[in-house]
Each structure stands twice: as structure tokens, then as C-alpha cells.
């Protein structure tokens, strides 16, 4: 079945530096999501990406989604104590019927 | 507040013992979804309703089932519980399984 992996598993990093979390998927993707989840809560929607080669920024989060619609990425500019959390990707196949979610990568900021 | 609503927040229950949780979608969405997240672990889909069909099954175990109901909340049942049972579970909704999904806060359920 469809599986959906993220790198790295955990980041450290000093409040002010970036951070990127790839996202890979098995099969191609009809779109992707990406959620946030901070200590002790639920995930967040944070964006929805469907067409090959998609950049979508927020803030400091720019998002991108493969040529092949396979892999996706997330990149967070200069970041801040307030971006701690899990990041996941959660992707459906072209056929799926729904979304399958990575393991997610866990950032830490340090102040 | 994401809008949808579970319960209960928290349960303690004994091996062997049967408990069910409880999903309120957002008013309007169609689709609920129920996940499995284990500690700092990622989340594990096992089921999704859509007005009240099941549309898709993740790796559900047979001691566990859901229904969704005419009004549209949902409602997951795990039976014969096990220590291995202990995690947090969330319901999602969403208007239909192309958009975002709302998720509640969770039922942390600890089986002792």
C-alpha cells in the first residue's frame, strides 16, 4: 500500500535559523496537506497543494509540491519559538480514497 | 477550536474492558475520520464515514469499531482492551475527502 515518509525524524535548531522537513511519498500523489502540531495538542491544517511544481508561502512557511507530485517540502525562514512541533505530511494517491499521513518531524527551537 | 468536539477527554479503563468515544463533527461536514496517535508516534488512520457509509479502512483491529450515526456524529468502540490499546485518539471532519480536515482534541485513553 500507499506509504508516506518524512525526513529528518527530529530537528534541533537555534531560534533564528531555517528548517526544511521533506516529505516522500510510495505512489503519486493525487494532492498533499501538511498539519502542525504543537506539544499536547491536535493536529492543524496548515495547507493544501495540488498541482505539479506548487509553491505556496505563508509567513515564513513556504511550501513546495514535486514536478512528479511524489514529494513535497516544507521550509520555515528564520524560525521562532513559537514554530515548535510536529510537522506532518499527509498525502493521497491519485486513486486513494484518503489521506495517509507521514510520520512527521519534530522540531525543537532553542532560544 | 477546530469545531469538532470528542468525547470524553480522558478515560482510564482495565484490560479486557470495553469503552466507546465519541466524535461531533462540525456542523455541515460530511466526512469523519478516526486516527490513533501512540506516544510520539505518528498517526495512524483506521476508519473514515462519509454521511454515514464507511468509505475506507486503515489498520483497524477487529476489537475495534465505528458507526456514523444519522446526524452525524460518530462513535468508535474498542473492545477487549489491551495495554498496547493506551494512546491518544483524534476524530477528524471534513467537508469531503479532497479538503482540509478539522480535527478534535483527542481522547487520550490509558488502559491499566
Known amino acids: 500500500g500507499q506509504q508516506v515518509m518524512q525526513i529528518p525524524q527530529y530537528q534541533h535548531v537555534q531560534e533564528g535559523e531555517d528548517f526544511t522537513t521533506y516529505c516522500n511519498s510510495s505512489t503519486t500523489l493525487s494532492n498533499i496537506q501538511w498539519y502542525k502540531q504543537r506539544p499536547g495538542g491536535h493536529p492543524v491544517f496548515l495547507i493544501q497543494l495540488v498541482k505539479s511544481g506548487e509553491v505556496k508561502k505563508q509567513k515564513r512557511l513556504t511550501f513546495q509540491f514535486g514536478e512528479a507530485k511524489k514529494n513535497s517540502s516544507l521550509h520555515i525562514t528564520a524560525t521562532q519559538t513559537t514554530d515548535v512541533g510536529t510537522y506532518f505530511c499527509a498525502g493521497r494517491a491519485t486513486y486513494g480514497q484518503n489521506f495517509v499521513f507521514g510520520p512527521g518531524t519534530r522540531l525543537s527551537v532553542l532560544p | 477550536d477546530s469545531g469538532v468536539t470528542q468525547t470524553p477527554k480522558h478515560l482510564i479503563t482495565a484490560t479486557g474492558q470495553r469503552v466507546t468515544l465519541r466524535c461531533s463533527p462540525r456542523s455541515g461536514d460530511l466526512s469523519v475520520y478516526w486516527y490513533q496517535q501512540s506516544l510520539d508516534q505518528g498517526l495512524q488512520f483506521l476508519i473514515h464515514?462519509?454521511?454515514?457509509?464507511?468509505?475506507a479502512k486503515g489498520n483497524i483491529l477487529e476489537r475495534f469499531s465505528a458507526q456514523q450515526f444519522p446526524d452525524l456524529h460518530s462513535e468508535l468502540n474498542l473492545s477487549s482492551l489491551e495495554l498496547g490499546d493506551s494512546a491518544l485518539y483524534f476524530c477528524a471532519s471534513s467537508v469531503d475527502r479532497n479538503t482540509e480536515a478539522f480535527f478534535g482534541q483527542g481522547t487520550r485513553l490509558t488502559v491499566v
Open positions: 464515514y462519509y454521511n454515514g457509509e464507511e468509505r
